[in-house]
């Protein structure tokens, strides 16, 4: 029985390098053969071996996907004592201010400091805290071109892209389709910036939930018997920003943040 609930959570653990040592062409390759126990976990020459360790317990519980979650999360945090926040600040974007890294989370400080520790305003849910510590331990600081790209063009997003689909862009269409303040909200509360309409969409708003990552949501009105669509695009740089599993992560965790907004206001039809 696997260990993981499932593969994304094994890729999650690896530095997405696709370095091929272990014999894989990608590293959700590996992870995908690790999940299906044709491979071990340990066969990653590049994982620390802290992390094997913290996975080798035959006794833990497969699906426990919150304790695999922290775990990791853990793993991240202690890295942070290893980087030049300095350096890490011009290099994301963010600031160096009384020993803490800072960045702007759709428009709200989210900082760190040497031990690992978050300090922040706004509620810290994984799907911001996961991608944020990538963000600092791995992003190459590239500034974003203008050119966009659906997930599935971005590096090993093809096969992520059906699920990214049904999570990210039906969740927020549906909520577009119900909730007619969207994307007021997304410009207004969250530091968004709605742009000339891309792809020929009726409505094109920019999200920045990480200085150098960001997300462009585009919305096409039912016309003339056709159905309404919405598509999530990315810069081009993501993939140098940000591993491939927190871009995914991002924009799942931007669907379920604005459906619970509409929830709030009055749309418990959404689901």
Same mark, same amino acid.
């Given at each position: 029985?696997?260990?993981?609930?499932?593969?994304?959570?094994?890729?999650?653990?690896?530095?997405?390098?696709?370095?091929?040592?272990?014999?894989?062409?990608?590293?959700?390759?590996?992870?995908?053969?690790?999940?299906?126990?044709?491979?071990?976990?340990?066969?990653?020459?590049?994982?620390?071996?802290?992390?094997?360790?913290?996975?080798?317990?035959?006794?833990?519980?497969?699906?426990?996907? *919150?304790?695999?979650?922290?775990?990791? $999360?853990?793993? &991240?945090? !202690? %890295?942070?004592?290893?980087?030049? /926040? +300095?350096?890490? =600040?011009?290099?994301?974007?963010?600031?160096?201010?009384?020993?803490?890294?800072?960045?702007?989370?759709?428009?709200?400080?989210?900082?760190?400091?040497?031990?690992?520790?978050?300090?922040?305003?706004?509620?810290?849910?994984?799907?911001?805290?996961?991608?944020?510590?990538?963000?600092?331990?791995?992003?190459?600081?590239?500034?974003?071109?203008?050119?966009?790209?659906?997930?599935? *063009?971005?590096?090993?997003?093809?096969? $992520?892209?059906? &699920?990214? !689909? %049904?999570?990210?862009?039906?969740? /927020? +269409?549906?909520? =577009?389709?119900?909730?007619?303040?969207?994307?007021?909200?997304?410009?207004?509360?969250?530091?968004?910036?709605?742009?000339?309409?891309?792809?020929?969409?009726?409505?094109?708003?920019?999200?920045?939930?990480?200085?150098?990552?960001?997300?462009?949501?585009?919305?096409?009105?039912?016309?003339?018997?056709?159905?309404?669509?919405?598509?999530?695009?990315?810069?081009?740089?993501?993939?140098?920003?940000?591993?491939?599993?927190?871009?995914?992560? &991002?924009?799942?965790?931007?669907?379920?943040?604005?459906? +619970?907004?509409?929830?709030?206001?009055?749309?418990?039809?959404?689901?």
């Amino acid at each position: 029985m696997p260990k993981f609930p499932n593969a994304m959570s094994i890729f999650q653990l690896l530095d997405k390098s696709n370095c091929r040592d272990c014999g894989e062409k990608t590293c959700l390759a590996f992870a995908g053969a690790v999940f299906t126990g044709r491979r071990q976990l340990s066969e990653c020459p590049r994982l620390d071996k802290q992390i094997i360790d913290a996975h080798s317990d035959s006794d833990a519980d497969p699906f426990d996907v *919150e304790k695999n979650r922290d775990e990791f $999360m853990e793993s &991240l945090k !202690q %890295k942070i004592g290893t980087v030049d /926040l +300095k350096e890490a =600040a011009e290099r994301t974007g963010g600031r160096y201010e009384n020993d803490r890294l800072i960045v702007k989370v759709l428009g709200k400080d989210f900082g760190i400091n040497r031990d690992g520790v978050i300090f922040t305003d706004i509620h810290v849910n994984a799907w911001v805290a996961g991608p944020f510590l990538q963000y600092i331990l791995h992003g190459k600081g590239l500034t974003p071109t203008g050119d966009w790209r659906s997930l599935r *063009e971005l590096a090993d997003g093809r096969e $992520m892209y059906p &699920l990214f !689909q %049904k999570r990210c862009e039906e969740s /927020l +269409k549906r909520v =577009a389709d119900t909730y007619p303040d969207l994307f007021d909200d997304m410009v207004h509360i969250f530091s968004g910036k709605q742009v000339d309409a891309q792809f020929q969409s009726d409505i094109s708003v920019v999200l920045l939930p990480l200085p150098k990552v960001p997300v462009m949501v585009c919305y096409w009105l039912p016309d003339e018997g056709m159905s309404s669509s919405l598509n999530v695009f990315f810069d081009q740089t993501a993939d140098k920003n940000l591993d491939i599993g927190s871009i995914f992560g &991002l924009g799942s965790g931007l669907a379920q943040m604005f459906t +619970k907004l509409a929830q709030r206001h009055g749309f418990a039809a959404i689901r």
